[in-house]
């Protein structure tokens, strides 16, 4: 079946400008993750999402990252003002229920921020 | 905090030879644990995971991990590597309590299998 989707794959955007980075999870599935991938660096969680609860927003690195989830599928993470230092592979999964905890990951959007 | 360390960051073997890769995590409590890898060009896929049970468990492709409770580690093996092992590998752990509804990462070890 499908996997999880991404989109853009590759975004190049100038320092100060905003981006939005779209995430397709798996049909059926209730929880979405963002994570970060910086060289060196593994995968930073950005935030959570689960059903209709209200997010975890703990990894969001400052005020200019947010992200939205609509109608309980596809989510949005959006970087305001974006900095050299957001440049970064922007992982996005998703899994089944609350407790397999066995997540399902997209290709990344990789952003580079000139 | 809960934190997951990988201490070898490079590992290069050649076909054939055994593989251990280590795990140690930072949590007191009740944890699941993952294996992760990434093959140049895919995208993250699981290997493998510990729940409950068996402290031993396989995973795909002749993978294997060890869950040792006392020394608060997940290590992986694999008695012979092949060229196609070639990928990054994460550990990953999941606590139950106070650590939120994240996984925690490791740095990743890179492994490089030579023909």
Known sequence: GAGVSQSPSNKVTEKGKDVELRCDPISGHTALYWYRQSLGQGLEFLIYFQGNSAPDKSGLPSDRFSAERTGGSVSTLTIQRTQQEDSAVYLCASSPDRVSYEQYFGPGTRLTVT | ?115
């Open chain 2, 1 to 115: 905090a809960q934190s997951v360390s990988q201490h070898n960051h490079h590992v290069i073997l050649s076909e054939a030879a055994s593989l251990e890769l280590g795990c140690n995590y930072s949590y007191g409590g009740t944890v699941n644990l993952f294996w992760y890898v990434q093959y140049p060009g895919q995208h993250l896929q699981l290997l493998l995971k510990y729940f409950s049970g068996d402290p031993l468990v396989k995973g795909i492709k002749g993978f294997e991990a060890e869950f040792i409770k006392s020394k608060f580690s997940f290590n992986l093996r694999k008695p012979s590597v092949q060229w196609s092992d070639t990928a990054e590998y994460f550990c990953a752990v999941k606590g139950f309590t106070g650590g939120g509804n994240k996984l925690t990462f490791g740095t990743g070890t890179q492994l490089k299998v030579e023909l």
